[in-house]
């Protein structure tokens, strides 16, 4: 994935870097053949000026030119005169007009025309003259080189202005949380995120009615099957003072399905309950331990009928938590410990501080879980072995669920394991002690 | 105790519930009415005299509670125990407070109606009778004393105070924090420890195993001993 700052900004910068270098180049040679036009202009001056000192005062002349200008006047290959700084040595200009010629070591560019009576060549030292103009020309190119850097945190600073619209969308796109479907709402959006945003908006409001509609559907649907299967169940159990019927295999199958049923209408009424972020937002401070003994209580006839023993192991631990989804995934742990205990069967609960977390244990002697199967164990609806496990007990599956949810909410933790002192499941639930809100 | 067989008024909007609690409890000797109305329900009260009232919630035409609201409001005693499919706490303490006896959510099985109405009824008894009685123990709760068998021996007022509460709760485990708070009105400062001092004091006076444990949890009366 690559960033559209990135991307514009390494454009800008290709495009600048090249454009500036070329105006630099161009400006420099640009530069220098203006100063070689006005070398020859000057050259051509300084020749017609010795011309006519020439004619005034006669043959020699003797004009004080600075060190880099000399001049020579000869006819046929004798010099007649020079400047006095040309006077030892006699050189000829190779052809008439400008040329460069080698004096003295140096490079000059001399100019020479025929004038009466010999040749008169006048000349400059060329490489001083280019020297200091290419170094006037390189003074007044480099601030284009210099400028890059500058122009560079400017064009950053504009793509990130022009990009704060987009920018400030993704920031409010991120921070909200996943069930959020209110319409987003960005100040002074820009013509062009204004269609985006419109159109997430209207996506997210279809969003939020569907997801509305599931929530609302699974607890309704939930609420209106309760008095169905409260009716069903005083049937079953008028029914069964019929001993014919109550031995009836049919009987028993139509109890097991109708309690299963309860079964599932509550899990379902307890996710969708779960599942609903604005009411597992409040927190409260709860001691563990008379959660768990209430909830073990309000079971307690369940766990008698099966004849199973049942324990809790805790000193006072407080814990800050969301009542309604820690009763949900305890009560759910302990109603899967009575569940998967065949009867005569042990279960303990214990609790343990851990730094500032605490462990929650529910153990028990019944078959366990393979190793294999543990880590599955938490997709909705999925049931080990498909239900064809020894205790012969049907789940919904929704109850882990529920457990996965609540420790989706607290932060916690949880581990399937064998248990050590009875040789079942023992399932490991850790809640951080102070839950963020 | 009534000799004559305790009347229950029966308000449920779905006929199916409504006939299927009536068999029932017809089968267990109480004398019937059924009202699907919440105003034909109040109507009803008013000759039928019921000795208990089963009050569904979610009426058709006024909501259960305000069924309630206008029967306290006439100054009916009647015990009123509460159904409903509303099974958020909210509406479990809204429906105490209105005056309700007991709550019950659907779905629940008959088994418990048919305890929770016997366990009101025993309430009812105890302001005609004053003694709770379960298997071989009885405690008279106007003279504070105990009877086991034919052996009667004096309680102390928090040992009868667990004892009470452990009676009122038949079939259910009381938690200690539950059984503290029972006793809280006589005894200003109790300890979870002092919980247990005071039944071990009480079992030596019990039958064996009279009273369970359940370890950590909290305590019930062994069912095996009605």
Same mark, same amino acid.
């Given at each position: 994935?690559?960033?559209?700052?990135?991307?514009?900004?390494?454009?800008?910068?290709?495009?600048?870097?090249?454009?500036?270098?070329?105006?630099?180049?161009?400006?420099?040679?640009?530069?220098?053949?203006?100063?070689?036009?006005?070398?020859?202009?000057?050259?051509?001056?300084?020749?017609?000026?010795?011309?006519?000192?020439?004619?005034?005062?006669?043959?020699?002349?003797?004009?004080?030119?600075?060190?880099?200008?000399?001049?020579?006047?000869?006819?046929?290959?004798?010099?007649?005169?020079?400047?006095?700084?040309?006077?030892?040595? *006699?050189?000829?200009?190779?052809?008439?007009?400008?040329?460069?010629?080698?004096? =003295?070591?140096?490079?000059?560019?001399?100019?020479?025309?025929?004038?009466?009576?010999?040749?008169?060549?006048?000349?400059?030292?060329?490489?001083?003259? *280019?020297?200091?103009?290419?170094?006037?020309?390189?003074?007044?190119?480099?601030?284009?080189?210099?400028?890059?850097?500058?122009?560079?945190?400017? #064009?950053?600073?504009? !793509?990130?202005?022009?990009?704060?619209?987009?920018?400030?969308?993704?920031?409010?796109?991120?921070?909200?949380?996943?069930?959020?479907?209110?319409? *987003?709402? #960005?100040?002074?959006?820009?013509?062009?995120?204004?269609?985006?945003?419109?159109?997430?908006?209207?996506?997210?409001?279809?969003?939020?009615?569907?997801?509305?509609?599931?929530?609302?559907?699974?607890?309704?649907?939930?609420? $209106?099957?309760?008095?169905?299967?409260?009716?069903? %169940?005083?049937?079953?159990?008028?029914?069964?003072?019929?001993?014919?019927?109550?031995?009836?295999?049919?009987?028993?199958?139509?109890?097991?399905?109708? @309690?299963?049923?309860?079964?599932?209408?509550?899990?379902?009424?307890?996710?969708?309950?779960?599942?609903?972020?604005?009411?597992?937002?409040?927190?409260?401070?709860?001691?563990?331990?008379?959660?768990?003994? =209430?909830?073990?209580?309000?079971?307690?006839?369940?766990?008698?009928?099966?004849?199973?023993?049942?324990?809790?192991?805790?000193?006072?631990?407080?814990?800050?938590?969301?009542?309604?989804?820690? @009763? +949900? /995934?305890?009560?759910?742990?302990?109603?899967?410990?009575?569940?998967?205990?065949?009867?005569?069967?042990?279960?303990?609960?214990?609790?343990?501080?851990?730094?500032?977390?605490?462990?929650?244990?529910?153990?028990?002697?019944?078959?366990? !879980?393979?190793?294999?199967?543990?880590?599955?164990?938490?997709?909705?609806?999925?049931?080990?072995? /498909?239900?064809?496990?020894?205790?012969?007990?049907?789940?919904?599956?929704?109850?882990?669920?529920?457990?996965?949810?609540?420790?989706?909410?607290?932060?916690?933790?949880?581990?399937?394991?064998?248990?050590?002192?009875? +040789?079942?499941?023992?399932?490991?639930?850790?809640?951080?002690?102070?839950?963020?809100? | 105790?009534?000799?004559?067989?305790? %009347?229950?008024?029966?308000? @449920?909007?779905?006929?199916?519930?409504?006939?299927?609690?009536?068999?029932?409890?017809?089968?267990?000797?109480?004398?019937?009415?059924?009202?699907?109305? +919440?105003?034909?329900?109040?109507?009803?009260?008013?000759?039928? @005299?019921?000795?208990?009232? *089963?009050?569904?919630?979610?009426?058709?035409?006024?909501?259960?509670? $305000?069924?309630?609201?206008?029967?306290?409001?006439?100054?009916?005693?009647?015990?009123?125990?509460?159904?409903?499919?509303?099974?958020?706490?909210?509406?479990?303490?809204?429906?105490?407070?209105?005056?309700?006896?007991?709550?019950?959510?659907?779905?629940?099985?008959?088994?418990?109606?048919?305890?929770? !109405?016997?366990?009101?009824?025993?309430?009812?008894?105890?302001?005609?009778?004053?003694?709770?009685?379960?298997?071989?123990?009885?405690?008279?709760?106007?003279?504070?004393?105990?009877?086991?068998?034919?052996?009667?021996?004096?309680?102390?007022?928090?040992?009868?105070?667990?004892?009470?509460?452990?009676?009122?709760?038949?079939?259910?485990?009381?938690?200690?924090?539950?059984?503290?708070?029972?006793?809280?009105?006589?005894?200003?400062?109790?300890?979870?420890?002092? !919980?247990?001092?005071?039944?071990?004091?009480?079992?030596?006076?019990?039958?064996?195993?009279?009273?369970?444990?359940?370890?950590?949890?909290?305590?019930?009366?062994?069912?095996?001993?009605?």
């Amino acid at each position: 994935m690559y960033s559209l700052s990135r991307l514009v900004f390494s454009l800008l910068m290709v495009v600048l870097v090249i454009g500036n270098f070329y105006a630099a180049f161009s400006g420099y040679r640009q530069g220098l053949d203006i100063a070689e036009d006005m070398l020859a202009e000057r050259l051509r001056q300084k020749h017609q000026l010795l011309v006519g000192e020439m004619q005034e005062h006669g043959v020699e002349v003797d004009h004080p030119f600075v060190e880099e200008t000399l001049y020579q006047f000869y006819k046929h290959d004798e010099v007649q005169f020079a400047s006095k700084n040309a006077k030892e040595s *006699i050189w000829l200009a190779p052809q008439p007009g400008l040329n460069f010629v080698a004096f =003295e070591g140096y490079r000059w560019r001399s100019y020479s025309v025929d004038v009466e009576g010999g040749t008169l060549l006048v000349a400059e030292r060329y490489d001083t003259y *280019i020297n200091v103009l290419e170094k006037l020309l390189v003074s007044a190119v480099l601030p284009l080189v210099w400028m890059i850097p500058l122009i560079a945190i400017a #064009i950053l600073l504009i !793509i990130r202005i022009g990009l704060k619209p987009l920018t400030n969308m993704a920031k409010a796109l991120s921070t909200r949380s996943d069930t959020d479907f209110s319409p *987003i709402v #960005i100040e002074r959006p820009t013509r062009e995120l204004a269609v985006v945003i419109q159109s997430l908006n209207h996506l997210l409001a279809k969003l939020g009615a569907a997801f509305d509609r599931e929530q609302r559907f699974a607890s309704y649907a939930a609420h $209106e099957l309760r008095s169905p299967v409260t009716s069903m %169940k005083l049937s079953l159990h008028n029914l069964a003072t019929s001993p014919l019927l109550s031995e009836n295999s049919s009987y028993q199958t139509l109890q097991l399905n109708v @309690e299963r049923m309860q079964n599932t209408i509550e899990q379902l009424l307890l996710l969708a309950k779960i599942g609903d972020e604005q009411a597992m937002a409040s927190r409260e401070s709860l001691s563990l331990q008379d959660v768990l003994a =209430e909830l073990i209580a309000g079971m307690y006839s369940r766990i008698e009928t099966r004849q199973q023993s049942i324990e809790l192991c805790s000193d006072e631990h407080h814990l800050t938590a969301n009542r309604f989804a820690l @009763e +949900g /995934a305890l009560s759910n742990l302990l109603d899967n410990a009575i569940k998967y205990t065949p009867p005569g069967g042990q279960i303990l609960v214990s609790v343990k501080q851990r730094h500032q977390a605490i462990d929650i244990v529910v153990e028990d002697s019944g078959p366990g !879980i393979p190793g294999q199967d543990r880590a599955r164990v938490f997709e909705r609806f999925y049931r080990v072995g /498909a239900d064809r496990h020894n205790s012969g007990v049907k789940g919904t599956g929704l109850g882990l669920s529920i457990v996965a949810q609540c420790l989706f909410i607290h932060g916690g933790d949880i581990q399937l394991s064998r248990s050590d002192t009875l +040789g079942g499941l023992c399932v490991r639930m850790t809640l951080p002690q102070e839950v963020k809100v | 105790m009534h000799n004559a067989p305790m %009347k229950i008024l029966i308000v @449920e909007d779905d006929l199916s519930i409504a006939e299927q609690i009536s068999l029932a409890l017809s089968a267990e000797h109480f004398v019937i009415e059924v009202s699907n109305t +919440g105003i034909d329900a109040i109507k009803l009260e008013r000759y039928f @005299e019921p000795d208990l009232v *089963i009050l569904d919630l979610g009426l058709p035409d006024i909501d259960g509670t $305000e069924v309630l609201a206008k029967l306290r409001a006439a100054k009916k005693t009647v015990p009123v125990l509460v159904l409903t499919a509303r099974a958020d706490i909210e509406s479990k303490v809204s429906a105490l407070d209105l005056g309700a006896d007991d709550y019950l959510a659907k779905p629940f099985e008959m088994l418990e109606l048919v305890a929770r !109405i016997r366990a009101i009824t025993r309430r009812m008894g105890q302001a005609v009778s004053s003694v709770m009685e379960y298997g071989d123990v009885a405690l008279d709760t106007a003279a504070h004393t105990l009877k086991v068998g034919d052996v009667t021996m004096d309680i102390s007022p928090r040992e009868f105070a667990i004892l009470r509460d452990l009676l009122q709760n038949i079939g259910r485990v009381r938690t200690r924090a539950s059984l503290e708070e029972a006793i809280y009105s006589w005894d200003k400062e109790v300890s979870s420890n002092a !919980i247990e001092v005071h039944l071990s004091h009480l079992r030596k006076k019990l039958p064996k195993d009279f009273i369970k444990t359940i370890r950590g949890v909290g305590y019930t009366v062994n069912s095996q001993q009605g």
